[in-house]
């Protein structure tokens, strides 16, 4: 009786105050189980099974562009694994998740070892290159597994309070090692602004980046070759078809700097009278309508036709053999198609080295992840190597800047280069922010040294011989 007043009593003083008992919770009944927990993906790429004994609706979810479905039962799922074209292994995760509950759900490891071929091959635009650029290829594309080259637009140039000073560079003055990349721009080599005394110190920078083992990256914001106005001037939508003519004088006018060019990369050598490799990107953000050669005054064959004309005039004409060329559509925002974004008006694989995006993302983390995701993935998909041509937030002040909006959504993605724009030599007029990276005094010197100390951010002194052939590649 005791015992039965102990489990009475406490229903009839919740009856008393008006409740009822809590119903009792049904058993989750779901049951999911996978074949296996691990996969070895064939490293030369093919097909593999997992089966599932599931009694609910579950999707199969991956972050791995490497690894698609293949047909299958819900019972017996496919998929197939793409070649793997990295030197070193690579793995990724096969989530199996309830449709309705997305905490629910098994995770299957897939790995895959390197190919047993004896070498990466990889297709150069100019078969005729020398062999530093060849190289330089290859390393753009092998350095990928191991980090990615920081780079500086104009460092060894100027910084924000010194100009032309042999040495000089705002980044070994924070961290006290030069970036890896030494971004510089070839149009006052190039167009009617040629003839200026400022040529002899671009020509001193180059020297000095290549003779610490950096890469040489050149842009050119070429001014109107039919107006005479600026790379800003789309006044006139004819000038590339002009360019295009036969006899017409835009044509001869832009031939004519592309025969500039060529006499300074065939002249361009280092201390042992060798060619000096360049990352060319002409016609850079030709996504926007701003330039002469951009969306508005273009449409894609005339773009087309405008780099493949540059491209065989200095290469077969020229006999400029030391240029590896790239293309740098601009990828600030988040778009529906990133990867159809960065082939657009795509000049065909045979006249593309490099694939680069200019990547103003400011402080917008979402926008840069989802461009490297797709930039990386048409990288592989082309096996070209990829990188940021340009990037930046400009005058900001952020302590965090760089292991928050660079670092971090770089993490896991196969890129060679981040490259930031300039910083203006402003002298002491503290008025001008026009600024993209460090220098002494600003909020992120610290955060800046946490970045260069990081394994995978590759500064000058922790660059391989860029110009030396890797082992286990070669180049066609």
Known sequence: MRRFLLHIVPLLLLAACGREPEPVKPADTRRLSLGVTEVAADPEGGAFEIAVDANFEYAVRTEADWISEDGGTPALRRFRSERNPYASPRSATLRFVDVSDRYFFKEVTVTQGVPTS??????????????????????????????????????????????????????????????????????????????????????????????????????????????????????????????????????????????????????????????????????????????????????????????????????????????????????????????????????????????????????NNDAFTENLKALEAVSLAKRKPCGVTEDGLESFTQKDYWTRFVVNPTEGRRISLVTMWRNKYVGGNESDKHYYSVYPGHPSEEDFRKMYALERTLFSKDLPDMYSMPAGYQVQ
């Open 118 to 363: 004896d070498k990466v091959t990889l297709s150069i635009v100019d078969k005729e290159a020398t062999p530093e650029t060849k190289a330089l290829f290859a390393r753009l594309w092998a350095v990928a597994d191991q980090g990615w080259l920081f780079g500086h637009h104009d460092d060894l140039w100027y910084g924000r309070y010194w100009y032309n000073e042999p040495g000089g560079s705002d980044t070994k003055a924070v961290c006290g090692d030069y970036p890896g990349v030494f971004s510089v721009d070839f149009a006052e080599i190039m167009d009617t602004r040629y003839n200026n005394a400022e040529n002899a110190i671009r020509r001193r920078v180059i020297l000095e980046a290549r003779a610490r083992g950096e890469v040489i990256l050149a842009c050119a914001h070429l001014n109107n070759p039919k107006t005479g106005k600026d790379a800003w001037d789309n006044s006139s939508k004819t000038v590339v078809s002009e360019i295009l003519t036969e006899g017409s004088a835009t044509r001869k006018t832009f031939l004519s700097w592309l025969d500039r060019l060529a006499v300074f990369m065939n002249g361009l050598k280092d201390a042992e009278g060798k060619l000096i490799p360049v990352i060319f990107r002409p016609f850079h953000e030709h996504t926007q309508s701003w330039s002469w050669w951009g969306s508005s005054c273009t449409g894609a064959s005339e773009f087309i036709g405008l780099w493949q004309l540059t491209v065989t005039y200095l290469r077969d004409t020229k006999g400029v053999h030391n240029l590896l060329y790239a293309v740098s559509p601009q990828m600030d925002g988040i778009y529906s198609d990133a990867k159809e974004r960065i082939r657009f008006r795509w000049p065909g694989d045979d006249y593309v080295d490099f694939i680069g995006m200019d990547c103003y993302h400011g402080a």
